[in-house]
Structure formats: C-alpha cells, structure tokens
C-alpha cells in the first residue's frame, strides 16, 4: 500500500486549520498508488484527499502539478481542485514532507475497460491536451531519454537477476531510442502517466482524471503512446486492436494527429514501453523486501516492449484514416 510517511491526528488537525476545511471527522490511509502517501479525510464539509509527496516528486514542480490541476479544472475538465490556504498557497507540510489537499473525486477505476471505455479516454486525452495549451508554466520531463539513460544506469548491471539476457537487450533498444528519438513533433503539457488507475468512471461514464504527478511539457503524441500501452493490451500480453482503435478514434475526434505523429507512432509506444519498463526495474531492484508497496511488474512493458518493436506502422495500433 502507498502510505510510506505516517500521520497524526494532532498534526493534521494542525495541517487542516491552515485551510477553510471543515472540522476533521475521521481519515485513513489509501492503499492505492506506488508514488505518494494518500489520505481519505472526512470532515463536517466535503470529503477530501491529502497528499504527502514522496521521492519522486520535487517539491519545486508542485507549483506545476498542483496550478494544472486548478487550470484544468476552471477549464470544465473534470479533476481534483487544490485547496487554497489561509495564507493563500496550495501547498504546505505534513510530518515533514511536502503536502496538500484536493477535492475528492467521485468515480471508481475500472478493472476490466473495454473499447468504448478507451475512446473516451482518447477523447478526455485530448481535451486534456487541448485545455492544457494555454497553461503558463513549463516543467520539463525528467522521465524522457536522458532520464531512461540515467535510470539505466542504476539497474543495467542487475538486470539479468529480473531475466536472463535483458542487459544486452535493452541496452540495444536504448541505443535505438537515443538515435532515433522524434523532437521535431508538437509539443505541450501532458499527464505522462494516464493509466486505468487514474481514470474514474461513474456508471459506465469517465467523470475524472487524477494523479498529475507526472505532468511536464512534452510530444503530445507520447501522450497517446503512453494511453495505448496502459489501455489496449489484454492481461495476456496481446494488443487489443479494437481498443487500439477505439481509442485512437476517440482522441482524433478532438485533436486530429499530423502526420509526422503517426508515422513516429511506433517509435514512441516503443519509448514509451521502454520508460515504465525501466522505472519498474528500478524500483523492483530497489525497493526494500517487507516495504508497504506493491511492486509492479517490470516484464510486463518488457512484452509491450517487444510488441512494439514488431510494429512498422501506426495502422496496426488501429490508427484510421484521419477526419
Ligand atoms: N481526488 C481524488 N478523489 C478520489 N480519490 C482519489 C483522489 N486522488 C487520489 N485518490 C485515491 O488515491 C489513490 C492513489 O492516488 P494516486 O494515483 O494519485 O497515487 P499515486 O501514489 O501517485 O499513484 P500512482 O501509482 O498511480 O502514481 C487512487 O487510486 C484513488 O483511489
Ligand atoms: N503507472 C505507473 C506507476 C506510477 O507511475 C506504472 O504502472 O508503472
């Protein structure tokens, strides 16, 4: 479970009159999510989430998560809201990590999404993208090449402990990211990180986008890549064309791909297999045995990884003529 910093009650009573919240009624942990501590806090007004901000997230970007999340949602895209303090910030801390309140969603991610669930994935995609166009602030992805070359670093020399032969494999697959990696694709902010387990669905409807903890200024396209890896591949291990398709129709009914998008298609679904790849590596070679997290499973993008290097063209991912 994700509570890796503990609370107390007498310090978050403390945290919370800093806010217009309400008096605390009861709060529990979320054992939900890998990166930060989540609380669930009830109060004598609306439910509420608290956030405790972990390794990965440098406090100095929480200005870009937590103004997206407030651009976006002014925006009329569904999202948590952040709650402003007294003295006006949106953030603050809590047992000596970076912290803050948003509003609590309703919804429920789905276990098993089917085609008409990815199209309108694709579709809240876009608008994301689209809403996103005018936000002010920049924040550069730290998780792109230089960041895949960094992690690489760290894990290649235990690699062959997770699978027999995957230091020479990815090795060779980083190479051909590096030298072949599209730059010259349109560029503004994306989720990075928008898995099933960030998408709530209200009677079979998406209500909601959450967890912009991996946001930053990026290719829009990989965006999309990212999506068809999250969505479209069967437990297992095979793509799934028609979510594929589903889902590509449904962000090309808002944002229509150039076609330099889908022809780097491939290359990027190969990135960005490449790139959760080698941040569950890291983390299943790191993460101390007993620790309240589940792992997640490294092999898995290392299938989706192969997938993708099979594939030549985006009308494989069920890419259609474009509108
Ligand atoms: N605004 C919200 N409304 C309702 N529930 C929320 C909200 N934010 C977070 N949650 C709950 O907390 C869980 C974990 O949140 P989140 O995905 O942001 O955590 P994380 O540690 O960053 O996870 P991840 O592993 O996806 O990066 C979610 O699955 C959901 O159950
Ligand atoms: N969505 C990520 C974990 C959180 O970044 C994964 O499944 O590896």
């Known amino acids: 479970m994700a509570v890796y910093t503990?609370?107390?009650?007498?310090?978050?009573?403390?945290?919370?009159?800093?806010?217009?919240?309400?008096e605390l009624t009861s709060y529990k942990g979320i054992a939900e999510g890998v990166e930060n501590s989540n609380f669930l806090l009830h109060t004598t007004r609306e439910p509420l989430i608290l956030t405790l901000y972990e390794k990965r997230v440098d406090a100095r970007d929480l200005p870009f998560f937590l103004g997206l999340m407030q651009h976006l949602a002014r925006k009329g895209l569904n999202c948590p809201l952040p709650l402003p303090r007294h003295d006006g910030r949106i953030c603050g801390e809590l047992s000596g990590r970076p912290a803050a309140l948003i509003s609590f969603?309703?919804?429920?991610?789905?276990?098993?999404?089917?085609?008409?669930h990815c199209h309108e994935v694709g579709v809240a995609l876009a608008q994301l993208h689209l809403a996103a166009s005018d936000f002010e602030i920049q924040r550069a992805n730290a998780l792109s090449v230089n960041g895949w070359v960094e992690l690489w670093a760290k894990a290649s020399d235990r690699a062959d402990e997770v699978q027999a032969g995957l230091t020479a494999e990815i090795t060779q697959e980083l190479d051909?990211?590096?030298?072949?990696?599209?730059?010259?694709l349109p560029r503004g902010?994306?989720?990075?990180?928008?898995?099933?387990?960030?998408?709530?669905?209200?009677?079979?409807?998406?209500?909601?986008?959450?967890?912009?903890?991996?946001?930053?200024?990026?290719?829009?396209?990989?965006?999309?890549?990212?999506?068809?890896?999250?969505?479209?591949?069967?437990?297992?291990?095979?793509?799934?064309?028609?979510?594929?398709?589903?889902?590509?129709?449904?962000?090309?009914?808002?944002?229509?791909?150039?076609d330099a998008e889908v022809e780097a298609l491939p290359t990027l679904c190969r990135g960005s297999a490449l790139r959760f790849f080698l941040t569950r590596l890291y983390d299943w070679l790191t993460t101390p045995e007993g620790a309240l997290v589940v792992k997640k499973d490294p092999l898995e993008y290392l299938r989706k990884s192969r997938f993708h290097r099979a594939v030549r063209f985006a009308s494989e991912y069920g890419l259609e003529k474009r509108p």
């Not at 503990?6 to 309400?22: C, H, N, P």
């Not at 969603?105 to 008409?116: F, N, Q, Y």
């Not at 051909?176 to 010259?184: F, N, S």
């Open 105 to 116: 969603l309703e919804g429920m991610w789905l276990r098993k999404p089917e085609a008409h």
């Open 6 to 22: 503990d609370i107390t009650e007498i310090d978050l009573r403390r945290f919370l009159s800093e806010y217009d919240a309400g």
């Open 176 to 184: 051909y990211l590096v030298a072949h990696w599209p730059e010259e």
């Open 189 to 258: 902010v994306i989720h990075a990180d928008l898995f099933q387990d960030n998408v709530f669905f209200l009677s079979d409807r998406l209500s909601g986008l959450i967890d912009f903890y991996f946001a930053c200024n990026d290719l829009l396209a990989y965006d999309v890549a990212i999506c068809l890896n999250a969505w479209c591949f069967q437990p297992d291990g095979a793509f799934n064309f028609a979510k594929g398709a589903a889902l590509l129709a449904g962000y090309q009914s808002v944002r229509a791909l150039s």
